[in-house]
């Protein structure tokens, strides 16, 4: 579920930051008609030196709206790259848990003694057998993956923060 959250966090500011592009452009064909408008507003009276600041502000804007969207982006290829890190560790991590789950497992035992004996005996001998120092290589390796992340990407709220410190 935090996998989730960080992923729609992500997109949310992606899509928010597109939108916001996307209203700022101008209309479709509006390039070609740009020196038809130029000319009826110094008919009009309008100085030259002021479309020219229009200009240059439409475009400074524009300009502003696409580096945040930039930043977006990038945000979200960091959220993405650190979600697949954690997926990554809980994979190891549940692998883990099944080695140590089925190497520590007791059979169920029968009333009778001797019974209990032989389950004790097989179990002593299959233990003997199960390789107890690659587990604890594995685990080793499972908790190498998670010493390189920080405790959160730049940019994700306090609230996913805490949730990713918590796990």
């Known amino acids: 579920?935090?996998?989730?959250?960080?992923?729609?966090?992500?997109?949310?500011?992606?899509?928010?930051?597109?939108?916001?592009?996307?209203?700022?452009?101008?209309?479709?064909?509006?390039?070609?008609?740009?020196?038809?408008?130029?000319?009826e507003a110094v008919r009009q009276g309008w100085p030259t030196r002021y479309m020219r600041l229009e200009h240059h502000n439409r475009w400074k804007v524009f300009a502003s709206q696409l580096a945040k969207l930039e930043n977006a982006l990038a945000?979200?290829?960091?959220?993405?790259?650190h979600l697949s890190k954690l997926k990554a560790?809980?994979?190891?991590?549940?692998?883990?848990?099944?080695?140590?789950?089925?190497?520590?497992?007791?059979?169920?035992?029968s009333i009778l003694e001797v019974?209990?004996?032989?389950?004790?005996?097989?179990?002593?001998?299959?233990?003997?057998?199960?390789?107890?120092?690659?587990?604890?290589q594995k685990r080793a390796d499972c908790n190498k993956s998670a010493r390189g992340w920080s405790g959160r990407p730049p940019g994700v709220n306090s609230v996913l923060r805490r949730t990713i410190e918590k796990m």
Not at 27 to 35: D, F, V
Request: charged letters at 35%; proline letters at 4%.
């Open 75 to 81: 945000l979200r290829n960091k959220i993405r790259r």
């Open 1 to 39: 579920t935090t996998a989730r959250k960080l992923g729609e966090f992500a997109e949310a500011r992606a899509r928010k930051w597109t939108r916001r592009c996307s209203a700022a452009r101008a209309p479709a064909g509006s390039a070609g008609r740009a020196p038809a408008q130029a000319a």
């Open 115 to 136: 019974e209990q004996i032989n389950h004790q005996q097989k179990d002593f001998a299959h233990m003997k057998r199960r390789p107890w120092s690659l587990i604890v």
């Open 89 to 109: 560790f809980y994979k190891a991590y549940d692998y883990r848990m099944d080695d140590v789950r089925r190497t520590s497992a007791k059979p169920k035992t």
